[in-house]
């Protein structure tokens, strides 16, 4: 599809889906640490791309006027899937193991600044000096409201750095996956990128567990694992999906900066951590630039050829 190519008008359903997705990856950090006691990490990650492939599988084949898929199609289904869970949960997975969840968050909240420059360099696309001021509000309320959360003391530099690694391999996903969803569902792109991200993991898992064994999972590590299937691989995905149709991926990224204050909120009402008004200042950065970065006027636009 040339870069040019018109997207469908958004519903006001694309951005409620695009609000409620962090709510449910918000709460991926803390259930992959649970999952974690019981399971490797790579076998984790193989285990639930496999799960959600199957489910989301056979509700794709049982729905009325499916896509038909070309061999092309099949071949960006298996890139996407590739890049957005072989490498992002590889990635993402191996590095919260090894660093805090709050350094994690962090992280995660630059996929925003990765799609903005991605989209300007690869996409040519115009970005808005409100926009642009948008994504660095919303991040530098993420770095307050997680410094002033605890902190990311506790983290490794491997470990950052692989949680970073994940959040550039999430851009370079939003931005194919957009182009793609044109005229395909997100059932189809969510479905096909669970089965080939389990074809591709598996392998990787396969040397862990030669190398380090395979652990007896416990009765938390289970349920952890089955949130992350339910709450995050098939509803978050879709969810994220369904926004990409209609939502360029320079807008839509800024809502994964939501992420972090679901995980502090999260925090204090199951936990019982404090919740400062620094941190209250903090979150009203983050949804003032979220709502900067996707406010009437700031749309990005494509480049045409004849402008280059």
């Known amino acids: 599809m040339p870069a040019s190519a018109t997207r469908l008008p958004a519903p006001r359903t694309a951005f409620l889906a695009l609000a409620t997705m962090p709510v449910l990856f918000g709460l991926s950090f803390a259930a992959t640490k649970v999952a974690l006691r019981g399971f490797q990490p790579l076998l984790l990650a193989t285990t639930r791309f496999a799960c959600t492939a199957l489910v989301l599988l056979a509700i794709w084949r049982l729905r009325a006027g499916r896509e038909t898929l070309t061999r092309a199609d099949l071949r960006r289904l298996a890139l996407l899937g590739f890049i957005s869970l072989t490498v992002y949960f ?14 994690a968050s962090i992280l995660i909240a630059t996929i925003p600044i990765f799609v903005s420059v991605l989209s300007a360099t690869l996409l040519r696309e115009r970005q808005a000096a409100l926009r642009w001021a948008g994504v660095v509000l919303s991040f530098a309320g993420v770095a307050v409201l997680v410094v002033l959360g605890g902190g990311t003391g506790g983290g490794s530099l491997s470990g950052n750095l692989l949680v970073l690694g994940a959040a550039l391999s999430a851009a ?30 598996a392998p990787l898992a396969a040397v862990e567990a030669a190398l380090l064994g395979v652990r007896r999972p416990t009765t938390e590590a289970v349920l952890g694992l089955i949130y992350l299937i339910a709450g995050c691989s098939v509803l978050a995905y879709l969810l994220l999906n369904f926004g990409l149709r209609f939502v360029p991926a320079s807008r839509a990224s800024t809502f994964t900066n939501l992420t972090p204050i679901v995980a502090v909120a999260g925090a204090a009402v199951l936990l019982g951590e404090r919740f400062t008004g620094w941190q209250g200042l903090a979150a009203v950065a983050v949804l003032a630039g979220v709502w ?17």
């Open 90 to 103: 590889a990635f993402e997975t191996i590095g919260i193991s090894r660093t805090t969840a709050s350094a």
């Open 172 to 201: 370079i996903y939003q931005i194919l996956a957009g182009r793609f969803l044109t005229n395909r569902s997100a059932l189809c792109l969510t479905a096909f990128q669970n089965l080939f991200g389990a074809l591709f993991m």
């Open 292 to 308: 900067l970065a996707n406010r009437r006027g700031v749309a990005a636009r494509t480049v045409p050829a004849t402008e280059v």
